[in-house]
């Protein structure tokens, strides 16, 4: 078993997100818990664009459309 395979086995016990220290420092910076996010990298690590992703989801829900004005 490689040394990453057992460290997720880890932190699967402990039912912490499997994420560099980098990656949880920019989540915490930003505001997103890393529970609401699935990995993309290997063994389901969460990396960097994950959660910059998961950043640009949740600001996209708050974009008001254009208001329409008319031409004068």
Do not use: F, T
Not at 16 to 42: Q, W
């Amino acid at each position: 078993m490689s040394e990453s395979a057992v460290v997720h086995a880890r932190l699967v016990r402990k039912n912490l997100p499997y994420a560099s220290p980098s990656v949880r420092k920019l989540a915490r910076e930003l505001g997103v818990p890393l529970g609401m996010l699935c990995g993309s990298g290997r063994n389901g690590r969460i990396l960097p664009d994950d959660v910059c992703h998961r950043v640009r989801q949740i600001m996209q829900a708050y974009v008001q459309p254009d208001i329409v004005r008319p031409e004068i």
